[in-house]
């Protein structure tokens, strides 16, 4: 599957984004779809999974602001992330998953088989 992420963007703290990880292929509803973030220097960190079952699993200094969903007919799958913070600034990257693999799995970016060109978010004032 290719993936394709778009929507990132500047916002000012408090505010919103929501980017978009749209992928090809027919068998999309058999990925697990995970959202990463990278910082200069830093590795790439789990941020949000939607697995293709329907759980939803994310870190905890996002809990309660992003909410990951998917459209399975669209082939898309949407990151909504609200009341942002300056920590949040990173390029954020979507990968995929064929199947449902066991939980510990989705936290590592190791075991994501394709990535997406990834999209620059910049919360600042």
């Known amino acids: 599957v290719q993936l394709q992420a778009s929507g990132g963007g500047l916002v000012q703290p408090g505010g919103s984004l929501r980017l978009s990880c749209a992928a090809s292929?027919?068998?999309?509803?058999?990925?697990?779809i995970g959202w990463f973030r990278q910082t200069p220097g830093k590795e790439r960190d789990f941020v949000a999974a939607?697995?293709?079952?329907?759980?939803?699993h994310y870190t905890n200094s996002v809990k309660g602001r992003f909410t990951i969903s998917r459209d399975n007919a669209k082939n898309t799958v949407f990151l909504q992330m609200n009341n942002l913070k300056s920590e949040d600034t990173a390029v954020y990257y979507c990968?995929?998953?064929?199947?449902?693999?066991?939980?510990?799995?989705?936290?590592?970016?190791?075991?994501?088989?394709?990535w997406g060109q990834g999209t620059q978010v910049t919360v600042s004032s």
């Open positions: 990968a995929a998953k064929l199947g449902n693999p066991i939980l510990s799995s989705l936290w590592s970016p190791m075991n994501y088989d394709s």
């Open positions: 292929g027919r068998t999309f509803g058999s990925y697990t």
């Open positions: 939607r697995r293709s079952g329907g759980g939803t």
